[in-house]
């Protein structure tokens, strides 16, 4: 009968579960900022989600807020974040509010356009018309 003899560690063995900790925060960390940033999968009409400002926003959704968030990877304070809604799916005849940041997807025309504080965004400054009423047209 053969004995299994015990493993003998060398002391800087400890290290690497160190680093897989550290990697696990790491990735938790990156796992929270790609729910933030990622596209949303299936969004009903009318559906608002937050991404970072870096992504760019899709086809049929309008910005409808800007703000500012650590998770977005700065350090400036300056907008990052953004709240975007979708639009496809929503009835003719129907009136939102979207930061002037994007164009309104087609079937849709701009009908008023005013200054918003919720849709400062670093791209833009002072007091000038920075969003829309827009309405579904077709």
């Known amino acids: 009968m ?3 003899r015990p493993a003998v ?10 680093r897989l900790r ?8 990156a796992a929270a900022m790609f729910a933030l940033t990622a596209a949303p999968a299936h969004a009903a009409p009318g ?14 959704y ?3 807020s800007w703000g500012y968030s650590a998770s977005c990877g700065t350090q400036s304070f300056n907008p990052n974040i953004k709240q975007i809604k979708q639009l496809t799916g929503l009835p003719v005849g129907t009136v939102v509010q979207a930061c002037g940041s994007t164009y309104q997807p087609a079937g849709w025309i701009q009908t008023a356009s005013y200054y ?3 849709c400062v965004y670093a791209a ?7 969003a829309w009423t827009l309405k579904r047209v077709s």
């Open 2 to 4: 053969l004995l299994a």
């Open 9 to 18: 560690r060398h002391p800087k063995e400890s290290r690497p579960k160190t």
């Open 22 to 29: 550290t990697t696990g925060m790491a990735l938790a960390g």
């Open 47 to 60: 559906d608002v989600t937050t991404s970072c400002a870096s992504v760019v926003t899709p086809t049929g």
């Open 62 to 64: 309008v910005d409808v």
């Open 116 to 118: 918003s504080s919720s």
């Open 124 to 130: 833009n400054g002072g007091f000038n018309n920075n």
